[in-house]
């Protein structure tokens, strides 16, 4: 029996500091987005400039939303510049991008028309 491949993928952009993830992002616990943003995380923690794509990302739940905060609270605390991309034709892209804006008002939460 083969490993299931995973349905998402989180990779370094063509930039320093950038980020995109892509896919369906359903994975069955907080420990399991950890796992897969652990380099996004460690990323958060340097000073400089981070910018996460997540425009590409048909389905995160809510763990996913979690951890995905969690990396923002890392680079809260590293005092990184931070833009997150995201789509407005994806609805939970825009309810999050409102929940982002309340939550870290210091960061830029864009989405795309």
């Not at 990323?43 to 809510?62: H, R």
């Amino acid at each position: 029996m083969t490993p299931q491949k995973p349905e998402y993928s989180v990779e370094r952009g063509p930039s320093p500091g950038a980020w995109i993830l892509r896919g369906v992002m359903r994975l069955d616990s907080a420990d399991a987005y950890a796992r897969a943003f652990e380099p996004l995380e460690a990323a958060a923690a340097e000073p400089g400039p981070l910018t996460i794509d997540i425009s590409n990302v048909v389905f995160l739940n809510s763990s996913g939303i979690r951890g995905l905060a969690d990396v923002l609270v890392v680079a809260r605390r590293s005092r990184a510049h931070v833009t997150v991309f995201g789509s407005a034709a994806v609805p939970w892209q825009k309810k999050l991008a409102l929940s982002f804006t309340g939550l870290f008002p210091e960061f830029e939460i864009r989405l795309d028309r």
